[in-house]
T-cell receptor, first 114, second 112 residues
């Protein structure tokens, strides 16, 4: 029973490099989210998706892009990484909107940009 | 937009003692309120949530929280702490379906 799986778990990037974080869920959830977690700031919403082929901006979307080509996958891209994007990234999915129903989280991706 | 303030970034209690983690929120409409727990090197897991109805909400692992509208608070309690409760706890508020705002978190340490 995998739930929400994030790949990779750790990554170090050089400034200006690009990368894609993959989130996969096996619960047939419509809603998927990407958050970043920074010390003393809790989790902040980057982008989210309310179904296959849809995406929307969250609280801190700048510098990130997302795609939801398949219902079970939600990709987060960094086109040109910056040190300010050093963070722990969490993906979540839910049956209904996360602000109303339970969200299920992956184990996180720790990204360091040097 | 709604917001959450968690009082105390770090709380330390002895095993068997009362756990009290404080959360205050601001919202212009009746909120949905959540407590999530994050164990080391894991994602967040829902402890409990308040939507409407009974103001005392019971969650997993013996935790409960009380919604107090007049105080705009949603404090988390547990009568007797266990070593396994050591984790980081996040309060969250939502007044729009996809715009859930998290507090900064409170790290709970349980001393033997």
């Amino acid at each position: 029973n995998a739930g929400v799986t994030q790949t990779p778990k750790f990554r170090v990037l050089k400034t200006g490099q690009s990368m894609t974080l993959l989130c996969a869920q096996d619960m047939n959830h419509e809603y998927m989210y990407w958050y970043r977690q920074d010390p003393g700031m809790g989790l902040r919403l980057i982008h989210y998706s309310v179904g296959e082929g849809t995406t929307a901006k969250g609280e801190v979307p700048d510098g990130y892009n997302v795609s939801r080509l398949k219902k079970q996958n939600f990709l987060l891209g960094l086109e040109s990484a910056a040190p300010s994007q050093t963070s722990v990234y969490f993906c979540a999915s839910s049956y209904g909107p996360a602000g109303v129903t339970e969200a299920f989280f992956g184990q996180g991706t720790r990204l360091t940009v040097v | 937009a709604q917001s959450v303030t968690q009082l105390g970034s770090h709380v330390s209690v002895s095993e068997g003692a009362l756990v009290l983690l404080r959360c205050n929120y601001s919202s212009s409409v009746p909120p949905y309120l959540f407590w999530y727990v994050q164990y080391p090197n894991q994602g967040l897991q829902l402890l409990l949530k308040y939507t409407t109805g009974a103001t005392l909400v019971k969650g997993i692992n013996g935790f409960e929280a009380e919604f107090k509208k007049s105080e705009t608070s949603f404090h988390l309690t547990k009568p007797s702490a266990h070593m396994s409760d050591a984790a980081e706890y996040f309060c969250a508020v939502s007044d729009q379906a996809n715009d859930m705002r998290f507090g900064a978190g409170t790290r709970l340490t349980v001393k033997p």
